[in-house]
């Protein structure tokens, strides 16, 4: 189930940002301070486009989803992100929580392309893109001022449009959210 985030969520987040292989693509692994946590939850997670994953069985906290247009693209390319507990790894969540977003997207907010990147070395989530339905689009390379480890493999862009969703859907093969799908709370 993905909700909007409450103060309450800022310890989620200071655990989920302190895990070393959580972060290991996205920083080096390198631990967060609970000021820097508490700085980020107030100035991104609590905005719209960034959801809070729960597991709908128990209510723990899994992760968030963020999915939003970015400054640098149009208003119309909305730019799909997540971040899951490794003890919530490989249960399928990213992907359903991405096929829920990207349908939404496509349905309700008049997305015409979802797009992801990722450092090209982090195979698991390059796979949760493809089974997303985004398909590889591009490698490139950022000038990182403090690289880590990976970082000169360059960073990859997946990425799926509209009518080639639409397509799919015609077809007969509708990207449903899977196992139990998502539920959304979005106010």
């Known amino acids: 189930m993905l909700r909007r985030f409450t103060h309450a969520d800022v310890e989620h987040l200071f655990s989920l940002h302190n895990d070393p292989d959580v972060m290991r ?66 249960q399928g969540y990213a992907t359903e929580g991405s096929r829920a977003l990207i349908r939404k997207g496509f349905t309700e907010l008049g997305v015409q392309r979802v797009f992801a990147e990722t450092m090209a070395v982090n195979l698991a989530s390059r796979r949760v893109m493809e089974k997303s339905g985004l398909e590889y689009v591009r490698t ?34 509708p990207w449903t959210p899977a196992r139990y799908g998502t539920a959304y709370s979005p106010e």
């Open 140 to 173: 490139f390379h950022e000038d990182w001022s403090e690289p880590i480890a990976g970082a000169e493999h360059g960073e990859v862009e997946y990425a799926l449009t509209r009518a080639a969703w639409e397509r799919h859907e015609a077809e007969g093969r």
């Open 25 to 90: 693509f996205l920083n080096g692994g390198r631990a967060a301070s609970h000021r820097e946590i508490e700085r980020e939850c107030r100035e991104r997670f609590r905005k719209n486009g960034y959801w809070a994953a729960i597991e709908r069985a128990t209510g723990d906290f899994i992760g968030w989803f963020g999915f939003h247009p970015r400054e640098d693209r149009g208003p119309h390319e909305f730019e799909l992100g997540y971040r899951i507990r490794r003890s919530a790894w490989g």
